[in-house]
């Protein structure tokens, strides 16, 4: 769980880094791509902690049931 933050914050801190360069450049639509490809990159890296999470509410919803 902890990898998973660090790797979301260092994308997040450089993708932020990046779209602000791309802003002070001139590059609105640059930018905005940018900023995309970071939360896409983001979700990415979550997904085997979302797919642990949701195995554990299954397997629980199935228990009290």
Same mark, same amino acid.
């Given at each position: 769980v902890k990898t998973v933050c660090f790797? %979301?914050?260092?994308?997040?801190?450089?993708?932020?880094?990046?779209? %602000?360069?791309?802003?002070?450049?001139g590059q609105q639509g640059l930018a905005g791509q940018v900023g995309f490809f970071g939360k896409i990159s983001m979700l990415l890296c979550s997904v085997p902690l979302l797919q642990t999470l949701w195995e554990t509410m299954s397997s629980l919803l199935q228990k009290g049931g």
């Open positions: 790797l %979301n914050m260092g994308i997040s801190y450089l993708s932020q880094f990046a779209v %602000n360069a791309c802003k002070d450049a």
